[in-house]
């Protein structure tokens, strides 16, 4: 059990995995989870190594120019000179003090979000079930999730009915993720893991009964966690006030050699010389340049709050003003994040008025799961459907990907069916003309091919809408769905945030690239990329970041506008290369 944090779990089958976990479908018993519990420890992220009060304080003290005043204030007071001294340790304290308290008021705030949620997980215990905190989730638990579950940890399924899961934290992908229990192979990258969930994602519509396998840093967010739980890097900017320190140093024990020099080679008195060098070291430091730094960079910061901008570190504020590439996520960031009908066309392309009231009501009625796409079609635009009665239903499945409704409307009976758009093209033996007119499916098939291709080339996503008249049945089974008449299509789309092509192009003025890095697919990406400004986008995708060299990414990074297709671990590789 030990080893099977490294294993790619997806590929077991669910006997084996649950064997190697010691565990069964019925979940641990509560005191096999209690030694788990103080074996694996909690099932939570670690807080940034640092954030405690009292090295927060000695951080905003460890600059060379610090020191050096702190050298100065001593020798102000062993020369007697106490006014000094006093006036440099509280310069000293002030400008510590306001860049700690800037500091501190960042980091609660943080903390408050982050306690404004307090989440617990259904898992079977003693084979029943229970509801626990997250954080005592452990490896070998059975989690029971219905909609709105958050994922306790990095999981494999044991049973699945209409499951979607938003994945969009880990992989960037906008439409919620269809997951079903079969074994995969171990190479299946992570955004095509149907078979398992991961931590920091939730269940949309569904249910399931799935074995938690990692908790905590060991699963794939912790990972990322992990990494950015590590010593925070330098900044350019404390880089530069330390040289300068460094600089100030030995411009200051050069002058004080030579002046000291000159005054004993000139017979003057050893001890009048040596209390005069100090008092110029004491003079040459710049006692006030801590606190301007720190006024001036809470001055930013309390800019940046006015905008609802949480500034962790008063340093970054001059990285983030000396810029040259700003990477950014996509979805929720450059996207609303949310799904939306973009159009109804029918088989030959055109707008069809026809196939979005079809799609509205086929959406209306439907009862298996609340889900964005259909949540989307009924916000689109909404349709008279008094005379409209709904007969039976046949809910979506994986197998099917399809969805069906029978409705009765003005004395005829219709079946309704909406899908995968390949999935809706296997009942259908004819396409639609118009209302009366249908011609057979053989001869318009490439031609609703190449559209469907050409659709999903600029980042759209495409369902399939099909309808047959059953004459006086209402019930239908699915055998009905056959010999159906296909209709068109329903496109969606996650747009740009409606001013995000006027931010890229005023980034560009200021000589800042955006560089999009998603593990959304790459037609999406690169049609993204056209629609917001970044022309003739280069993509790079996760799978060739693979066969790529650290030294050959860096040479290639700089042409490159777009990351496709990245897996979160990948996403500080290509951030270190540009680095």
Not at 12 to 19: G, I, K, T
Not at 151 to 162: H, N, T
Not at 268 to 275: A, E
Not at 438 to 460: C, F, M, V
């Amino acid at each position: 059990m030990a080893t099977l944090s490294t294993e790619s779990f997806w590929s077991f089958p669910p006997d084996e995995l649950l064997a190697e976990l010691e565990t069964s479908p019925q979940g641990l018993t509560a005191d096999e989870a209690a030694r788990r519990l103080r074996r694996f420890g909690h099932n939570a992220l670690h807080a940034r190594e640092g954030s405690g009060v009292i090295r927060l304080v000695l951080t905003q003290f460890k600059s060379p120019i610090i020191l050096i005043l702190i050298a100065a204030a001593s020798l102000s007071f062993f020369l007697h000179d106490a006014t000094d001294g006093a006036i440099i340790l509280a310069i000293m304290f002030i400008s510590g003090m306001l860049g700690f308290s800037q500091e501190y008021g960042a980091n609660r705030a943080v903390k408050r979000l982050l306690a404004t949620v307090q989440v617990k997980a259904r898992v079977l215990r003693d084979r029943v079930e229970i509801g626990i905190p997250l954080d005592s989730v452990v490896p070998g638990d059975v989690a029971m999730l219905s909609a709105g579950s958050m994922i306790p940890g990095d999981c494999r399924l044991l049973r699945a009915e209409d499951l979607f899961v938003n994945e969009a934290t880990l992989t960037g992908e906008t439409y919620p993720v269809e997951k079903a229990a079969a074994t995969l192979t171990a190479a299946a990258p992570l955004a095509e893991r149907s078979n398992a969930l991961f931590m920091g994602t939730h269940v949309v519509s569904g249910t399931a009964q799935a074995v938690v396998v990692r908790t905590g840093l060991n699963t794939e967010l912790g990972k990322v966690a992990a990494r950015l739980a590590q010593q925070s890097p330098e900044t350019e900017f404390e880089r530069g006030v330390r040289r300068f320190g460094y600089l100030l140093t030995e411009v200051t024990l050069i002058m004080l050699i030579i002046i000291f020099a000159v005054n004993v080679y000139l017979h003057k008195p050893i001890l009048d010389t040596f209390l005069f060098s100090l008092a110029l070291a004491v003079g040459l430091t710049p006692q006030l340049l801590p606190a301007i730094i720190s006024v001036n960079l809470s001055r930013g910061a309390r800019r940046m709050a006015a905008a609802d901008v949480i500034v962790k570190r008063l340093t970054s504020i001059e990285n983030f003003g000396s810029m040259d590439v700003l990477c950014s996520d996509k979805t929720g960031t450059l996207t609303e994040g949310t799904v939306r009908v973009r159009s109804a066309l029918d088989a030959e392309g055109r707008d069809s008025e026809r196939v979005l009231r079809y799609a509205y009501i086929n959406a209306f009625y439907e009862t298996g799961f609340d889900n964005p796409i259909d949540r989307a079609i009924r916000d689109f635009r909404s349709f008279d459907l008094n005379g409209v009665e709904k007969l039976d239903e046949i809910p979506y499945d994986f197998l099917r990907k399809r969805l069906s409704v029978l409705v009765s409307e003005n004395g005829r009976h219709r079946l309704l069916t909406k899908g995968a758009l390949t999935n809706v093209l296997d009942i259908c033996s004819e396409v639609a003309v118009d209302e009366r007119q249908t011609r057979p499916l053989a001869e318009a098939r490439d031609s609703i091919q190449q559209r469907y291709q050409a659709l999903s080339k600029q980042g759209l996503r495409t369902l399939g809408l099909a309808y047959r008249d059953l004459g006086a049945t209402t019930r239908f089974i699915r055998e009905h769905e056959s010999a159906m008449a296909f209709l068109g299509f329903v496109v969606l789309e996650d747009p740009p945030k409606a001013d995000i092509a006027e931010t890229v192009r005023k980034l560009g003025a200021l000589g800042v690239s955006l560089k999009m890095i998603t593990g959304d697919n790459r037609l999406v990406a690169a049609s993204l990329g056209e629609r917001i400004g970044l022309k003739s986008a280069r993509v790079l995708t996760g799978p060739e970041l693979y066969q790529i060299s650290d030294e050959a990414l860096r040479v290639k990074i700089e042409s490159v506008d777009i990351f496709a297709e990245v897996e979160p671990n990948q996403k500080e590789r290509i951030i270190l290369a540009f680095r």
